[in-house]
């Protein structure tokens, strides 16, 4: 079957008992055993829910995995990975990466003595350097957030295979309907489904993913063990939400060029960063890499500064300030002073997170009507 009949039809079956087309979400914590110690497919909901199940299936086949398994948030997902790491080891990560993965590895992860380090990992030759003896896991975000900066999957999991480590890729900004990482030789990779799996900006979720059933089964262990599982209620909003996901995505990448083309081209517009565009350093493995669109994020530079870029995103009507992406609303912010204000100052610049950069997230509005909005904020 292709993607989009998955995205319904896998994890979601009928249920055998009423016919619903949707099955039941299952609220129980606890399962009745027939005699004690005679363990059926269920016997605790943080260990394992059939509703939470439903989407794990589903997301397994989505990302052409051994298994997925669905956590409270995409920030809990991410920790479980880490804890596949004990003191000593160490975690190379992506410069260009959302700002509470940087935050939970240099304040968290460190506190277990795992070692930290970032590298640009749309260079290879860099990654390849910077590689330790103790590197076990390489962390990789493409495109990137917020520089929509473009790394080389399939590189990146040679270069992690090579030096004995895992590859995870945090998947959340293509989806795989542009992007399937496990299909290009990563070991993991993470959604925060509170994005566009969900879809509605109406629950958080997160993701993870393992090619092989081995590593699968690993972070299986650590997810029961410290237990930031889905709830139910939310794992039916997320199973509701992919049903539609490739439709959305398609439809956001469409406006998402248009819009970036037009940015592109207008001259209160200093440098718009979009993989689609093809003065985009990352635009050839991008078109290699994913599948029929670029994705629906964007970042410019506003001429000005600051104090402009705080004013533009104060000034749209349809663009909403606020962080977060990946809906069917579409929402603008300013990452020096939101999404990634965790970063220390000196860190983001060196990162090339300037004052005047602005991250929109395009949604399922009209294009015309987000085109004209963002005109008018732009002003003079
Ligand atoms: C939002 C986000 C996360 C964190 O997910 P939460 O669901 O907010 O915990 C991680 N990575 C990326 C790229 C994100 O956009």
Known sequence: M??????????NQKDAQTGAVVPPIHVASTYVQEAAGEWGEYDYSRSGNPTRANLEETMASLESAAGSLAFSSGMA??????LLCKAGDHILAGRDIYGGTYRLLHQVANRAGVDVSLVDTTDPNQVREQMRDTTRLL???TPGNPLMSITDVAACAEIAHAGGALLAVDNTFPSPVLTRPLELGADIVMHSATKYLGGHSDVLGGILAAREKELHDDLYFIQNATGAVLSPFDSFLVSRGIKTLDLRMRSQCESAATIATWLD???RVERVLYPGLENHPGHEIA???MDGGFGAMISFEVQGGFEKAKQLVESTRLFQLA???GAVESLIEQPAAMSHASYAREDRLAHGITDSLVRISVGLEDSDDLVEDLSQALGE
């Open 323 to 325: 962080v977060s992406l």
């Open 2 to 11: 292709k993607f989009r009949t998955r995205a319904i039809h896998v994890g």
């Open 265 to 267: 081209s207008d001259p």
């Open 139 to 141: 962390w990789c975000e």
């Open 287 to 289: 078109t290699a890499q």
């Open 77 to 82: 997902a991410i920790h479980a990975a880490t």
